[in-house]
């Protein structure tokens, strides 16, 4: 067992289970929900003062896959990895300030050199490790690994089931795309928590229904996501965005079977997550408030002269526009639902989606 105090919240942490932890029982009492931001925001509020309890860690921007809508644009990415040393001076002072939960992801972050080292010291340091992978780079070396030290869970993004499909969409052999579920079926076969996800879009859209049967057929996890994010070159992918039309119908069935009840209320600058206990830490060894800061400069904080510092002036960002109401929000009972953010006004090129007029017209949500 491995002892951790974050915000003089005490517990022991078992490093070889997926997400065993011991509270002591008072705290214990607390604890109604099992979703890791529910137990982020209970250990937060011990303190009400931003704590890195969630990180979100690019360790590589180089991924085997070259999906034409992904954010990472390979051609204009020169970048040689740091030292395992420094990799590790950072996760220490990180679990130092409170990290309890990583997710590992990339590119793809199997082809990290070091992948094992990292994920191996953050397990054994009582940390919780989530891994998001394309599913096409696991070897037997991995699922023993896996095996031995369960990770809390890993996402495996699926593009398509279909062969050819695959291949238009990957530009990878259409072999791997049988590699790909097959390597699904095994980590749920070693008893790893594994989950499945699709980036929808114009490309995916077609096997969009093929992908959930699979998944629901072999009883795992699966949901989508709409939103593209820009390259990190600068160039937009909005060219690969499904409609709004299309988009409000895929969405609708959720929304309408979802038990999440219209709230009135305005959306203000950092009212989630990353205002509180999350944070990104970036291939380039850069803080942020998360992935879609890239381009936001003044956002980004380097970790040169340590994580402490950083995070010092990543919480006095923050702390500067926490609370400030989004231009031309005027409340509505979408609250609960809304995806606009700090980004939509800082963002000059980034348009408020047409989605929730069309929820507003289709009497989904109102004014």
Not at 17 to 34: C, P
Not at 255 to 283: I, Q
Not at 285 to 312: D, M, Q, W
Request: glycine share 6%.
């Amino acid at each position: 067992m491995i002892k951790r105090n974050i915000n003089n919240v005490l517990f022991d942490v078992d490093e070889y289970e997926a997400n065993v932890l011991y509270f002591e029982q008072d705290f214990a009492k607390k604890i109604n929900s099992f979703k890791m931001e529910d137990l982020a925001q209970i250990i937060y509020e011990e303190r009400n003062d931003f704590i890195p309890l969630i990180v979100f860690n690019e360790i590589t921007p180089f991924c085997n896959f070259k999906c034409p809508f992904c954010y990472i644009n390979h051609n204009h990415i020169e970048f040689e990895y740091p030292t395992l040393y420094r990799y590790f001076e950072i996760y220490k002072g990180l679990i130092d300030e409170g990290m309890l939960y990583c997710t590992l992801t990339g590119g793809e972050v199997l082809i990290h050199p070091y992948f094992f080292d990292i994920y191996k010291f953050l397990k054994k340091n009582g940390v919780l490790v989530s891994i998001f992978s394309n599913g096409s780079f696991f070897t037997e070396k991995h699922f023993n690994l896996l095996k031995t030290y369960k990770p809390f869970q890993i996402e495996i993004s699926i593009y398509s089931i279909d062969e050819d499909d695959f291949h238009l969409i990957t530009g990878r052999p259409s072999d791997e795309c049988n590699k790909v579920l097959n390597n699904i079926l095994k980590l749920k076969e070693i008893g790893v928590n594994v989950k499945c996800k699709t980036q929808l879009n114009k490309l995916t859209i077609n096997g969009f229904e093929k992908i959930k049967k699979w998944c629901s057929s072999h009883h795992i996890p699966y949901y989508f996501s709409s939103e593209l994010q820009d390259r990190y070159d600068g160039s937009s992918t909005q060219e690969y965005n499904l409609d709004a039309e299309k988009h409000f119908d895929i969405y609708k069935e959720r929304l309408e079977k979802s038990n999440v009840k219209p709230v009135f209320g305005f959306k203000k600058y950092f009212d989630c997550g990353a205002g509180k206990y999350g944070l990104m830490l970036s291939y380039d060894l850069k803080v942020r408030p998360c992935a879609s800061f890239f381009s936001i400069e003044e956002a980004n904080f380097n970790t040169c002269n340590g994580i402490k510092l950083a995070l010092s002036d990543l919480k006095s960002y923050i702390n500067n526009v926490k609370g400030r109401t989004l231009n031309g929000c005027t409340g509505c009972n979408a609250k609960p639902i809304c995806k606009e953010c700090i980004l939509s006004d800082l963002l000059v090129k980034r348009k408020r989606c047409d989605f929730y007029n069309i929820m507003i017209r289709e009497g989904i949500i109102s004014n």
